[in-house]
């Protein structure tokens, strides 16, 4: 799978959007970008992943840039319980296995109030 | 919603015991998984499971084994445990090959 890149730590503002930037420069055709974050002393919990096409969900937004070497995960208007290690995770896909995601370093959220 | 349970939350053992850990899914999701987690080091893989019975290792299987008799349940075996396993453990599921891995909330082992 291909590497991906993080700023290790980012603060963001209570109320604000949150957009937390991610290099996958080697990122192939057929690999898919994927977001988790991990709350303190929890599992990680899957946000959103995508393709080429931005997407949106109930918790985020994907921006993919048009060469798909990056990507932003947008939380619109970010909470204290938003502050979280936020992983960046490239996975290609292959039928009839269940290759693992490999998780990076992530970046640390932090909400201020 | 998806449900992972892990048996524990914090289990502590002592070096050379046999150790099991129980990870439990209610979605008839195919895959498990296994991983570490440490300072540092972040997420690790250990074993992964595709369907009852399959096993695959991941990039860590030294000293770990599992077990996959129920396509529920997977079973994360330590044969002889040793100081430099005291980890968190975490299990996930996923329902088939592109879909997204739910995990559970962890359980946190301590070898003395």
């Known amino acids: 799978d291909a590497k991906t890149t993080q700023p290790p730590s980012m603060d963001c503002a209570e109320g604000r959007a949150a957009n937390l930037p991610c290099n996958h420069s080697?990122?192939?055709?057929?690999?898919?970008v994927y977001w988790y974050r991990q709350i303190h002393s929890q599992g990680p919990q899957y946000i959103i992943h995508?393709?080429?096409n931005n997407e949106t969900n109930e918790m985020a937004s994907l921006i993919i840039t048009e060469d798909r070497k990056s990507s932003t995960l947008i939380l619109p208007h970010a909470t204290l319980r938003d502050t979280a290690v936020y992983y960046c995770i490239v996975r290609v896909a292959v039928r009839g296995g269940a290759d693992g995601l490999t998780f990076g370093k992530g970046t640390h959220l932090i909400i201020q109030p | 919603d998806v449900k992972v349970t892990q048996s524990s939350r914090y289990l502590v053992k002592r070096t050379g015991e046999k150790v099991f850990l129980e990870c439990v899914q209610d979605?008839?999701?195919?895959?498990m998984f296994w991983y570490r987690q440490d300072p540092g080091l972040g997420l690790r893989l250990i074993y992964f499971?595709?369907?009852?019975?399959?096993?695959e290792k991941g990039d860590i299987p030294e000293g770990y084994s599992v077990s996959r008799e129920k396509k529920e349940r997977f079973s994360l075996i330590l044969e002889s445990a040793s100081t430099n396993q005291t980890s968190m453990y975490l299990c996930?599921?996923?329902?088939?090959?592109?879909?997204?891995?739910?995990f559970g909330n962890g359980t946190r082992l301590t070898v003395t």
């Open positions: 996930a599921s996923s329902p088939s090959y592109n879909s997204p891995l739910h």
């Open positions: 080697t990122i192939s055709g057929n690999e898919y």
């Open positions: 995508g393709l080429k």
């Open positions: 979605m008839d999701h195919e895959n």
């Open positions: 499971s595709y369907d009852v019975k399959m096993k």
